[in-house]
């Protein structure tokens, strides 16, 4: 019998009860069926969650600033052999329970269209492309090259138009033009449905009036409709409550989990499904809508081998040897490396050489293992601070002093710092590890020392760490030593200009971030991070929070000048972006055309460089992006050498989204750009190369 065969069969024998008892996260055992009990919620944004050690890689946002999606599908493919281990242990023990199953609520998809958003240290940052290509490597690594029998399942979430603020998520309404919509929210969904991503997590708010786990725009017309997709919907955990709670579009639990079901939501993390059955009773939900669910369920569950002998499995020999292996760290220092980004190097005072007879590290951040954390995160066998693994580097040389001053306190408002270094000799550098953790910045409820349920009400650094910063930048300007700043963070920081000689930013870099930060400082490694948003220079520069227009936001769209713009970072040696060529002059509907792109590494370091190419119109139209990244690839070039990249772009690359949220090919003359961050003229301000453009006639 075949799978469909069997899952119908096993259907037909159920209850009605027995139905929608597997409909709910929860879903109950079975046994006179051969079902076992099966809890659905597993998290796994940058490692397993939530379920003992584990390897913890960086945040995703920090994953996305490698602009390297071979590297994230090796770091989601190790994630999900520790899922499968860990999952084969449980079984063994009979623990079914939440935090040990298969299916994963991750990667979160959505576009971080405002720095403030506290959760947007899950995403990949603001550009759809960049979010899409991330995404589609992420899940590729967690549920394997098979369709028919999957390793773990991924998700993408929130689906759709989420992303803020955090303390209105239960009741927001989140209208946009059908522009935005398809031209920014909805492409990296898009993208991870036709790469085969098994399921998709509706969002706690409205969309367009419609609640996002009862939308038949999003779920019926587009979702299943237009994009095809097979999988299963679950809605965020609770969500289906708010519908008559805080959203107020239903008056009661039945009528909520009756709504969700028939727009297409299989599966409720919450409590509202077991009303299905008086819903049924009451005639708002038909037993085939909930066999369809439980199909939808099923035919995972099969995926994935539940209901396979063990010794079947592909992965079933897996066991705790491979759960925070040295394999694994190591590759979560790699990805470490490749996420931090050198944001400012006044002078090349970095790498640091054995010069420095002392170094003193100040700051609130860099002996707390919360800056490395993120959030949902699992628990490391080690987590190696930054002063740790500055302190590790010094270790072997016994030249240099290394000194540890806290300063300034990580959250509180009162002016107790210390910039005072009493009669010790001043240090030849000094090392300031300061800003954000997740107390700070988060989801609803974790952020303990947020006043705006996780979100920040400002981007620019918490006062209190400024103004010890500016007493310790005054005493170094008076002694003519060089101040290096080490920020931590999962959303953008605006900072003042001249605060620092050097400025690092390390975001949530997982459980060997120390030990990266320390490598890079030193000069082991050659930092290639590069932003996947933009870093605006004031919360001023900023829309309404509340607003979900596009208008002014992200580099596709701002006018002002930001602090550091998307794809922005520096490294130890030059790069120069030598041509660009077409391999024809003009490209029409349904064609594609090679641009080839020659850098040189003109520095003294062999290093590494994201080329990103980007699209834009001669004559916009003042709603369309003014650039719109198209496609990267991380090289790596020796110094004194150069390399040539062949890019293949297709007509699609060129189209544009119109008012009816259509993609269209305009005629017109179109620049393909080859730069190392958005196309404006701030990134070579900075310190960027020279971009290098050519112009191509479309239509």
């Known amino acids: ?211 996002c786990c009862a939308s038949n725009l999003l779920l019926k017309d587009i979702l299943r409709g237009k994009w095809g997709f097979k999988g299963h919907v679950v809605s965020d955990c609770w969500a289906i409550r708010d519908f008559h709670e805080h959203h107020k579009i239903t008056s009661s639990s039945e009528e909520s989990a009756a709504l969700a079901l028939n727009a297409g939501c299989d599966l409720n993390c919450g409590c509202t499904y077991p009303m299905l059955t008086v819903a049924h009773k009451k005639g708002l939900v038909t037993e085939e809508a909930i066999n369809t669910a439980l199909e939808r369920l099923l035919r995972t569950r099969f995926k994935l081998g539940m209901f396979d002998p063990p010794k079947k499995s592909r992965w079933g020999k897996l066991g705790r040897e491979v759960i925070n292996c040295k394999k694994h760290k190591q590759l979560a220092l790699k990805a470490a490396e490749k996420s931090i980004v050198l944001l400012k190097n006044n002078k090349s005072i970095l790498p640091l050489d054995s010069s420095p007879k002392a170094i003193t590290v100040v700051g609130p951040a860099a002996a707390n293992a919360h800056t490395l954390f993120g959030n949902y995160y699992g628990v490391s066998s080690q987590f190696v601070t930054i002063l740790e693994g500055l302190g590790e580097k010094v270790s072997d040389k016994f030249g240099i002093n290394l000194e540890y001053r806290q300063g300034c306190l990580m959250y509180s408002e009162n002016d107790k710092s210390n910039a005072e270094f009493g009669q010790a000799s001043p240090a030849d550098v000094i090392i300031a590890v300061m800003g954000l953790d997740g107390a700070i910045e988060g989801e609803e409820g974790d952020a303990i020392a947020s006043d705006s349920n996780g979100d920040r009400t400002a981007i620019e650094l918490p006062l209190w760490q400024l103004n010890f910063l500016r007493k310790i930048r005054s005493y170094l300007d008076k002694l003519g030593k060089p101040l290096i700043l080490v920020l931590t963070g999962g959303s953008p920081i605006a900072i003042p200009e001249d605060i620092a000689d050097a400025v690092i930013f390390a975001w949530y870099p997982g459980e060997q971030g120390g030990k990266a930060v320390a490598d890079i400082i030193f000069g082991d490694v050659v930092p290639s991070g590069k932003l996947p948003i933009t870093f605006p220079a004031s919360t001023e520069q900023l829309p309404p929070y509340e607003d979900y227009s596009m208008k002014g936001r992200t580099y596709r769209y701002m006018t002002e000048k930001p602090l550091y713009p998307f794809g922005f970072g520096l490294s130890y040696t030059s790069f120069r972006f030598d041509s660009i060529k077409m391999s024809a002059s003009s490209i029409a509907a349904g064609d594609s055309v090679k641009a080839v792109v020659t850098v040189s590494n003109t520095g003294k370091y062999d290093a590494e460089e994201v080329v990103q190419i980007y699209i834009s119109k001669d004559e916009h139209r003042k709603d369309d992006p003014i650039a719109s990244l198209r496609d990267f690839r991380r090289i790596s070039i020796s110094a004194g050498k150069s390399q040539t990249i062949e890019f293949e772009l297709l007509s699609s690359a060129f189209e544009t989204v119109n008012a009816e949220g259509e993609y269209v090919l305009l005629p017109g003359s179109y620049n393909v750009i080859a730069a190392d961050a958005a196309p404006i003229p701030v990134s070579t301000e900075r310190g960027a190369p020279a971009p290098v453009s050519v112009k191509i006639k479309v239509g």
């Open 1 to 211: 019998m075949d799978r469909k065969s069997k899952i119908k069969e096993l259907i037909s024998q159920m209850t009605l009860e027995e139905k929608v008892s597997q409909l709910l996260y929860t879903s109950a055992a079975i046994p006179r069926l051969g079902i076992p009990e099966y809890n659905w919620w597993n998290e796994c944004l940058h490692g397993v969650a939530r379920a003992g050690i584990a390897t913890v890689f960086p945040q995703a946002i920090a994953l996305a600033a490698t602009f390297d999606d071979g590297l994230i599908e090796r770091i989601a493919d190790a994630i999900s052999d520790e899922a499968r281990a860990k999952y084969n242990e449980a079984v063994k023990q009979g623990n079914r329970g939440q935090y040990w199953g298969l299916t994963f609520w991750t990667p979160n998809i959505n576009i971080f269209r405002d720095p403030r958003w506290g959760r947007g240290q899950e995403t990949y940052g603001e550009d759809p492309y960049l979010t899409g290509r991330i995404g589609k490597a992420f899940v590729r690594g967690l549920q394997g090259n098979d369709p028919d029998n999957m390793k773990t399942a991924a998700c993408a979430k929130h689906y759709a138009v989420h992303s803020g603020p955090e303390k209105d998520r239960h009741t927001f309404n989140a209208i946009v033009s059908k522009k935005d919509l398809h031209e920014t929210y909805l492409p990296a969904f898009k993208v991870l449905v036709e790469a085969g991503v098994e399921s998709v997590m509706g969002a706690y708010n409205r969309t367009l009036d419609e609640a």
